[in-house]
Structures are given as structure tokens and as C-alpha cells.
């Protein structure tokens, strides 16, 4: 799915919602442990209900990878699942993967090929030769971390690299940019790929930063966790992260699927979601973007 679809989604659906499917097998309803397939029997029930407010999914994959081969069945089987609904819905791999070249490129091979995924998560700290083979796919995107939303994001994103010159040696001092490395990341990474190809992961518990970032990828989109369980705001998300097009993608998970924990999960699930997107139709509204 390109930018323009993407935005063009956006518009129709008159949102701007990801649900996260973080399917955590002690906490879905228990008549579902009777299912052949528990965590896909809760995806799927969780997808009937809400993919006419969403337009993104975004599975966790360390939710599926930690129960082994069950559980990548159970992925296997969502992003089949959600292959059916074609261009309706875009796709993203919470991975964090990022390696050297060869083992980037295999991890590329892992989501876009193998499972289908539209895009995956990347983290950028071993530079471009790291990135750069998810790139390779056309139109399919990297959604780089940039800007976190966990209490040690602060341990290195926030810092302000320091690096000695030889005028420093001989004493005279020298005025250097006040970039943290989280805005370094976002500079350096335009040099990589455009905006029809890279997101951004900022964190909605930053929402008073995305202004920052806004000016410094003006266009790409940004990929929005924290919203709901995390207790961000997503009135302060769109007022400080919307663009002329929208440019946003506000995931929500355990907010829309714990909801509930019996029988009504995928009714409960609706109504948090349907909750969500008429904020975000309202937003997209005052915007002048719908």
C-alpha cells in the first residue's frame, strides 16, 4: 500500500486507528482456551469487530514468538486473515528488528515475502546498512524507532551527543547544535528514504515533542503508541502531530482488547474503538482534512 492509499483510507474511513494485536495468551477470555487456536480464534473475533474503525493492524510479535511455533501459526493465520480484506486494511510488523546487512535483508525477506506484512518496525541504532534492505521492497515501509514511549526512552534518545573537535584541544570553545539523538535519527534517516516509504514511532506520551519532529519530517507519517492504557492523549496527538494530509497512524491495544474479559470481548472491543475513531473523525474534521 503507498502514501496516497494510505491517506486515501485515512479519509474514507474517516480515521486513523491501528489496533495493536499485543494477544497475550493469559489474558483473552477464557471460553476462548477451549478454540484449536486460541490467540487466532481472539485476532479474528477481534478484527470482525472493529476493521470497519480501524485502518491498520499491528501484531506484537513477541506475543507469537514467545509461544514458539504455536504462535507463529497463530500469526501466520491473523495476517492471512487480514490479507482478505486486501487494501482496506494496512499491515504492520511490531518487530524492532535491525542488524547487519545480511541478516536485515533476511528479516526483510521474513515480513514482506514470507508473511506479507505492508510494513515493519526497524530499529535504527546500527545505522543505515541496517535499515536499507527493508527499503529495498517496493511499496512496502519501514517504520523506524525514533522516539519511545517507556520511562528509559530518556537513557539514550533524549541525550545530546557530544563530539571533541581539535579546536576544543586547543581550548577555544565551539558552540555546537543542541540536537538530541532521537532528532538526529530523524534527520540522518531522510537521507535513507523518503516519505513514501518511512514512518516514524513517536510516542504518544511525548504528544508536546511531535511538534518538534513535525518540523523536522514535515510529511512523513508517524506511527502513534500510547494512547489509551499508556494514558496518552490523542486530542494532544492530532493537535501537535497532524499534518495537511493527516500523516498520523494511533495505535491502541490493550485499551480496545481487554476491554472485556468474557463473552462480550469483541462487542466491548467495538465500542473503545468506535470510541476512538469518531475523536479521530472529530480531529480530522477541525484539521479542514474530511
Not at 518496525?121 to 541496517?130: E, F, H, I, L
Not at 531522510?190 to 514512518?199: F, L, P
Not at 513517536?202 to 507519517?221: C, N, S, W, Y
Not at 468474557?262 to 462487542?267: M, P, Q, R, Y
Amino acid at each position: 500500500m503507498n502514501k496516497q492509499q494510505l491517506t486515501e483510507l485515512i479519509k474514507r474511513k474517516k480515521s486513523f486507528l491501528c489496533v495493536g494485536l499485543d494477544s497475550d495468551m493469559t489474558k483473552i477470555p477464557h471460553h476462548l482456551l477451549n478454540e484449536e487456536d486460541p490467540v487466532f480464534a481472539f485476532n479474528k473475533a477481534i478484527i470482525d469487530a472493529t476493521h470497519e474503525l480501524a485502518v491498520a493492524y499491528k501484531p506484537n510479535l513477541a506475543f507469537y514468538e514467545s509461544r514458539g511455533l504455536a504462535g507463529w501459526q497463530s500469526l501466520e493465520k491473523t495476517i492471512e486473515y487480514l490479507s482478505q480484506f486486501g487494501d482496506d486494511l494496512f499491515t504492520i510488523a511490531d518487530a524492532k528488528r535491525g542488524d547487519i546487512g545480511n541478516t536485515s535483508k533476511q528479516y526483510a525477506k521474513a515480513f514482506f515475502e514470507t508473511l506479507g506484512f505492508d510494513a515493519v518496525t526497524v530499529a535504527p541504532y546500527m545505522g543505515s546498512d541496517s535499515v536499507t534492505p527493508f527499503l529495498s521492497y517496493q511499496g512496502k515501509w519501514v517504520v523506524l524507532l525514533v522516539l519511545t514511549s517507556n520511562e528509559g526512552a530518556s537513557d539514550f534518545q533524549m541525550t545530546q551527543p557530544w563530539f571533541p573537535s581539535a579546536l576544543d584541544k586547543l581550548g577555544i570553545k565551539v558552540q555546537y547544535p543542541q540536537m538530541k539523538l532521537y532528532e538526529q535519527v530523524v534527520t540522518k534517516s531522510q537521507e535513507w528514504a523518503d516519505d513514501n516509504s518511512m514512518m516514524f514511532v513517536v510516542g504518544a506520551t511525548k504528544a508536546e515533542m511531535l511538534q518538534g519532529i513535525r518540523k523536522l519530517a514535515p510529511d512523513h507519517f508517524l506511527l502513534v503508541p500510547g494512547v489509551g492504557a499508556q494514558g496518552g492523549s490523542l486530542e494532544a496527538v492530532a493537535e501537535y502531530g497532524m499534518n495537511a494530509d493527516c500523516g498520523l497512524l494511533v495505535n491502541a491495544s490493550r485499551s480496545i482488547l481487554f476491554a472485556a474479559g468474557d463473552e462480550t470481548f469483541a462487542d466491548k472491543a467495538k465500542g473503545e474503538a468506535q470510541s476512538m475513531q469518531q475523536q479521530m473523525e472529530a480531529a480530522l474534521i477541525k484539521h479542514n482534512i474530511i
